[in-house]
């Protein structure tokens, strides 16, 4: 049983005997979206995030359940909506791809990647609220150079790209 160190509105420090995590209070888990348009283009998205202070290029992604509307979400539903918030597309199929501890020493969060297939542009994207997204369309044929071109330049990459091609096996 874990006790509460301190709590926000979205995180929650607990402790379980002699090891403290982080849970998030108002969500299950977190989704994470490998969307490849018919133009074999990946759908990558880039956003400044305070933690590391730096710019982050990302799968789209989101967390299930995080607003009261939203509670009790399928994770594949929660992909849909992520993918459509951030990116401004719909897909018509998502597949589960493989799930996994986010950061298994640090949280309690597993993350779901999902393949979305079918890919039309139904939106704005860019986000909801406050965030500010940039979405990036690359060639598939050219992402592995794309990403190591952005991170010589000081962007973070996010290893889960990797991890969603590498389950996808592309």
Do not use: C
Request: net charge negative; aromatic share 6%.
């Amino acid at each position: 049983m874990s006790e509460i160190l301190f709590e926000t509105r979205w995180l929650s420090v607990r402790r379980n005997g002699h090891w403290d995590y982080v849970q998030r209070p108002n969500s299950e888990a977190a989704v994470g979206i490998l969307a490849i348009t018919p133009d074999d283009e990946l759908l990558l998205v880039e956003q400044f995030r305070i933690p590391l202070q730096r710019r982050v290029i990302e799968i789209p992604a989101g967390l299930v359940g995080d607003e009261e509307e939203f509670h009790g979400e399928d994770l594949a539903e929660t992909a849909r909506r992520e993918l459509l918030e951030e990116t401004g597309y719909s897909a018509e199929s998502v597949t589960l791809l493989l799930s996994s501890p986010t950061s298994a020493g640090m949280t309690s969060e597993v993350t779901h990647i999902y393949q979305a297939t079918g890919l039309t542009r139904t939106g704005e994207g860019g986000g909801v609220g406050n965030e500010d997204i940039q979405l990036h369309h690359v060639p598939l044929s050219q992402v592995r150079q794309w990403l190591q071109d952005k991170g010589s330049e000081g962007t973070l990459i996010d290893f889960k790209i990797h991890s969603a091609l590498w389950a996808a096996k592309l």
